[in-house]
């Protein structure tokens, strides 16, 4: 984010706003005034067109915009110099943003997938320090394995959150987890004694792979989605029982499978200009079962082309 932002701490923050206003109830209504300027999830402004909307100051509005960024409330899109809505936000409004055309397309994509392997398929999003569920399909002969859409699941115990973790550069997962040990010490621990592998398992193959840690008896496939419109990682994960898929079972016959949903989908959420949850309201187009990735529809197309070597950048994490 700006150069201001860099050097602002979520501490700092909290303590100038506190001096000035006495009254820590003052500061939450006027982050909330800043979220409410963002009437659409397609929206998109700096910090002196929210400081004109809210009737505050820019300084203070730099200050909220920056802890709001830390929190996942909002997004830093560093190329127009603006926020939009963040994926924290997006997850705690999961349950307001059903019947959306990327949404369905996406559902009816782990549906398909739900009914060709006994387990669960998710679209996850991170919310400090759990994935929660955007979308969620299960097989109707899966046994052991409940969620539902908007399901919140531990990051540091997930092939979700593992992969996650594993896709942002190095300082940043480290620092994640650092964060993570102050609140959620074990989970941290799991996620540190794994973090080289999983990073060498998404270099090499493009997922992560996980057993036993959120239930002995599952076993978890997950690959990673940048999103440019949240500007952070989302994921695609496959959940099985461990007693019917071994490791070696998921590399062989699963892994293929999540490799072809997972470019399925980072088709619609490069495509998604104004964002997974802002597309038009359409009937959304029944997919035959099995469809090769290149046959599916307009709003996926388009976007099969190579995208550029990530570099790393403390701002978004990136790789």
């Excluded at 949240?230 to 994960?237: D, E, G, L």
Aim: net charge positive.
């Amino acid at each position: 984010m700006g150069r201001r932002s860099e050097r602002l701490s979520k501490q700092g923050m909290l303590a100038s706003d506190l001096a000035g206003e006495g009254d820590v109830i003052q500061v939450v209504a006027r982050a909330f005034e800043i979220l409410r300027c963002f009437e659409g999830h397609d929206a998109r402004l700096g910090n002196l067109e929210i400081s004109k909307r809210c009737g505050l100051p820019r300084s203070t509005v730099s200050r909220l915009t920056h802890t709001l960024t830390r929190m996942g409330q909002l997004a830093y899109l560093p190329g127009d110099q603006k926020y939009r809505i963040g994926p924290s936000a997006v997850a705690m409004g999961t349950s307001m943003m059903r019947g959306l055309q990327v949404r369905n397309l996406i559902r009816l994509r782990l549906q398909e997938v739900a009914e060709q392997i006994p387990g669960t398929i998710g679209f996850t999003i991170p919310d400090r320090f759990h994935m929660v569920y955007l979308e969620y399909a299960r097989a109707d002969h899966a046994l052991g394995l409940h969620s539902t859409t908007g399901s919140r699941i531990a990051m540091g115990r997930t092939a979700a959150g593992h992969a996650y973790t594993a896709a942002l550069d190095e300082d940043v997962g480290n620092a994640l987890i650092n964060e993570m040990s102050r609140e959620m010490a074990e989970d941290a621990q799991i996620l540190r004694s794994r973090i080289e592998d999983n990073r060498t398992s998404l270099r090499e193959h493009g997922y992560v792979i996980t057993g036993g840690m959120f239930s002995p008896h599952i076993m978890g496939i997950a690959a990673p989605i940048w999103s440019p419109q949240y500007q952070t990682y989302v994921t695609v994960t496959i959940g099985l029982l461990a007693s019917m898929y071994d490791e070696a079972r998921l590399k062989a016959e699963v892994a293929p499978i999540l490799m072809n949903l997972t470019a399925a989908i980072d088709a619609m959420v490069q495509n998604a200009e104004s964002g997974l949850t802002s597309a038009p309201v359409t009937a959304a187009p029944v997919l035959p079962k099995k469809m090769p990735v290149e046959s599916v529809n307009e709003l996926e197309a388009g976007t099969r082309r190579p995208r550029p070597a990530r570099s790393i950048r403390a701002g978004d994490g990136r790789r």
